[in-house]
């Protein structure tokens, strides 16, 4: 049964105003119960709760929160003096990786601030009857403590042992791909504030997508779908490989990359998996021929850009139905899906819980941006749970996907120590 706050009890009152563009919307944060999207400090930031969803394990899990969004949104009160993109009522969600997992979460805040990066700023508040519409308390973020750092579920040797184990059944000709995933907890001597992750992570990885929705905190390379109107778009990404200490081992790494037969297969199932998902739902669609680079300060991974446009029908789609329809990719499954879903069951030996799974935010139009959580952590007082995955294929090798898991956890590593 999905669990509802008592904040959603009546009406939604909505007001959209225009604002001074800050420059700067993670500064604004006033507590620390984040929600954020930010890509290149263009983005939404939001804080307080207006009304919340709890969603339980299923397949309906992303129709069910849609209902509930709609119902909401149909019903609230809207004052919205900008009408742009991301103004308006706007829930932010974060969903679970597998079905069977409960905790998906979908928030409408209290509090949006949004910046279009084109000199467009506005705040969103958003309140039911009987509460409060003064503004929310301001705290000042404190610095994050030492942290103290604790194996997962499955300590390197044992993974390593999966991935072999994962090659086995590759080669066997169970599946063609598969990503298999560990976690790694850290606990700090203090409760850990969002807000400080959030910053770092923005500043350091200002190519991805800075997000936070109900303490799970990231900055995800991978952008799933994004919809404005009837125009998609999304960015497959899959296959990588270290950054170079100098151009010239930067070049060359890249270039081995593009011409790695080991990661272009990786990457082409991901491609493969994005098309046949979203090929039916448009009139028209466009997928690179090849991928490319994307350059990130300690990774570079193969990258495939996706355009479309929806075709019409009677029931308007939004970014989060469409989210749903995608979810989950070969880049972050494997392919067959069925049988990489059974096999991920089988070795990781545990709950990804929201690691993998779409988060992003859709607002009243349908309009929104959905992420895949990666490069995350879902925070819970002094502790936050890691997450790090590789896509196996039959030439992968454990010792290498291994090292290449190590290297995706700092980001978060580097943001929990200073």
Known sequence: MAVLSRRDAGRLLVRTVAVPDSGDLLAQLPQPDAAAWVHRGVGLAGWGEAARITLPAGEDRFTTGEKWLRDLFDAADVDDQ??????????????????????????????????????????????????????????????LSSVRWHDGSLPAPQWEQAVAAAVAEIKAGRLRK???????????????????????????????????????????????????????SALVLAGTTPRGGDTAEDEALGAELLASAKNTEEHSYAVASMRDALGPLCDTLDVEARPALLKLPNLQHLGTRVRGTLAPTGTPRSALALAAAVHP??????????????????????????????????????NGEWGIALRCAQLSGRSARLFAGCGIVAGSDPAAELAEAQVKFRPMRGALEG
């Open 178 to 232: 598969v990503v298999l995933a560990r976690d790694l907890y850290a606990t700090a001597d203090e409760p850990i504030d969002p807000r400080v992750l959030l910053r770092r992570l923005a500043a350091r990885y200002p190519e991805c997508y800075t997000f936070a929705c109900d303490g799970m905190v990231g900055a995800t390379p991978e952008l799933l779908i994004q919809q404005t109107g009837r125009e998609v």
């Open 329 to 366: 990719t070969a880049a972050v499954c494997g392919t067959p899906t069925g049988a990489a879903f059974e096999l991920i069951r089988e070795l990781e030996h545990m709950d990804r819980e929201r690691y993998a799974g779409p988060v992003g935010w859709v607002d009243a139009e349908g």
């Open 82 to 143: 900008v009408r742009v993109r991301g103004s308006g009522p706007v829930a932010f969600g974060t969903f679970t990786f597998d079905a069977s997992s409960d905790g998906s979460v979908l928030i409408i805040p209290r509090t949006v601030l949004g910046r279009d990066g084109r000199g467009r700023a506005w705040l969103t508040t958003a309140t039911g009857p009987g509460q409060p519409s003064g503004p929310e308390p301001v705290t000042v973020p404190d610095p």
